[in-house]
């Protein structure tokens, strides 16, 4: 269907336009990779081989704190390695 290819063809720039994007902002925006990851406004481009290749194996785990708000089951399911912890030392 040539009109289905179009429509692929795109997405695929725009996926392409949206990390380049990333890459630039990179610079300037020093968050964690995770939350680009658990961005909404990004959720479009997640599974794009731009995105994958941009955020790489630094997605691949997230170490959260404990007294955070917790995460949605399908967020966590976003990491290999999910893991929470408390920050607060422990009363005697």
């Known amino acids: 269907?040539?009109?289905?290819?179009?429509?692929?063809?795109?997405?695929?720039?725009?996926?392409?336009?949206?990390?380049?994007?990333?890459?630039?902002?990179?610079?300037i925006d020093q968050?964690?990779?995770?939350a680009w990851i658990l961005s909404f406004e990004l959720r479009p481009i997640r599974e794009a081989p731009e995105f994958r290749?941009?955020?790489?194996?630094?997605a691949?785990?997230?170490a959260r704190p404990a007294e955070a708000p917790a995460l949605a089951p399908e967020e966590r399911a976003l990491f290999a390695?999910?893991?929470e912890a408390s920050g607060l030392e422990e009363e005697a």
């Open 31 to 34: 968050r964690h990779v995770a």
């Open 60 to 62: 691949r785990s997230l």
């Open 81 to 83: 390695d999910y893991s």
């Open 1 to 27: 269907m040539p009109g289905s290819a179009v429509l692929d063809a795109r997405l695929s720039v725009k996926d392409a336009l949206a990390t380049h994007f990333l890459r630039a902002a990179e610079a």
């Open 53 to 58: 290749e941009l955020v790489g194996p630094r």
